[in-house]
């Protein structure tokens, strides 16, 4: 329902300045956005955009996930007791491979969960996935009736570290 639009968009990636696109909307002619994803935009892409019709100011954003699959590793065990030797201890392993398994150089820590500790505190095991960044970067436009016009640009690259939980144990004395 209109014949001619401006539309200012903004485009943040994780490791560029941001790209800023000024352009013109037909009713016959509708804007065809097309971004190719490359390996640095792992973390995520942030589209933002503004334009005005009929007085009105109009903004929105958008998040394009790009996930770090490049980063998932694939683990499989086994195990082996000599049957033939009476109290044999069990050997374990374990093969680390990529997402798609193929051989790469890893390595392991490995940790052990006693269950009867949940009485304590429940045991969570926290994801890998929070150890690479993500794109927050954000572009907020703000309006009060075309009195103020303002735009807010936040960078925010968020590296979520693991952190343990407080505890505290209750004491009688």
Sequence with gaps: AF???WIIQTINRMA??????YNELR???????????????RGGIGINY??????RVY????????????????????TFRDKLLPGATEEWSMTVSGSKGEKLAAEMLLSMYDASLDQFTPHQWASLQT?????????????????????????KYSYNYLTLPSKSYVHDF
């Design 59 to 78: 903004s929105g954003n958008q998040n394009i996930q790009v996930p770090w699959s490049n980063k998932e590793l694939q683990m499989s065990f086994s």
């Design 131 to 155: 150890l690479w960044p993500h794109n927050n970067r954000m572009l907020y436009w703000t309006h009060q009736n075309f009195g103020i016009l303002q735009s807010r640009e936040i960078d």
């Design 3 to 5: 014949d001619k639009l």
């Design 16 to 21: 560029e300045p941001l790209q800023t696109q």
């Design 27 to 41: 009713s016959n002619k509708p804007l065809a956005n097309t971004i190719a994803i490359a390996e640095a935009d």
């Design 50 to 55: 503004v334009f005005v019709k009929n007085n």
